[in-house]
């Protein structure tokens, strides 16, 4: 039974970079008890995106803001649900999170598992105009599912994932998570882009042909959390002529992601065949095409969207 607080102090990780963790820990906790507590319902605003807001996507969106001030760490967030990234003055840090509170907020009302995701780049002053990898130093998502976990990735220390006790405390419950080059699961997500783009229809075709076993929810958490589990699988996003650049947000979903793929052998790639995080961020609210998963598989699809 090991405390993810003592594992990671173990492993090396900073006495800031743990402490910002913690923090982050404690949000997910206090989700869950608001998930746990049914406030569920719709509430009369929109995102940036447009998108209905649930209550439990401000209430999160909150929880988390209060967590990362408090922790006196962090100088700049931004979050999926708010239109423009906020600063905290009292911090003695100099860190940059950016976070989806509630992923998978059209689940919510059909009780399917959601989740948390967050990234944590050092040095708060220089996102825009940068690759998006460049300071990137830690990620983590939190699934409220049956069960609530939290999967931490730390630069060159690998993924691990840490389960919610009866008391409240987040104990290790996988080691290094690795994911396999091959991948027998797909998860096609905007099918619909098939319509204008028939090498990705192929390729769904190719994938049915080579007899792939679909899993797919409509939640980026629990299905990248799946191939995780599973040690792997592949996700897509590809673009359509609604959504030109994808519909998945690089700072708060892309990005995050990849990082912890790549931490667990995984890779993340956009539709032009290049790492995520090798993207420019030029606006906070920026989306990106996104496959992710297990190597070899990814580097196919990619193929099949460029040559066929
Ligand atoms: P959300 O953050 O508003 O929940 O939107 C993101 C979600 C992802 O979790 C999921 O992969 C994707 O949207 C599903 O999109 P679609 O409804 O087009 O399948
Ligand atoms: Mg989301």
Known sequence: MQSFNHFLREKGVSNEVRSLLYHIARSVKYIN?????GNTGKCESQNLFGENQLKLDVSADKTIADELEKSELVTVIASEEKDKPEKFKSSRGNFFVAYDPLDG???????????????????ADNILGKKVGENLIASCYAVYGPRITLTIAIKDKGAHEFELNDVGEFILSREKVEIENQSKYFAPGNLRACLNNPNYKKWVDFAIENKKTLRYSGGMVPDLHHILSK????????????HVEGKLRLLFECAPFTFIFQEANGIGLNQEGKNILDTVVEDFHQTTPIFIGSKEEIQTVVKFLRKH
Do not use: H, M, T
């Open 231 to 242: 040690g792997q699988g592949i996700f897509c996003y590809p673009r359509d002529k609604k």
């Open 33 to 37: 008890f608001s998930i746990r507590a």
């Open 105 to 123: 907020s059209s689940l919510v009302d059909a009780n399917l598992a959601i989740g948390s995701i967050f990234g944590i780049w050092e040095n």
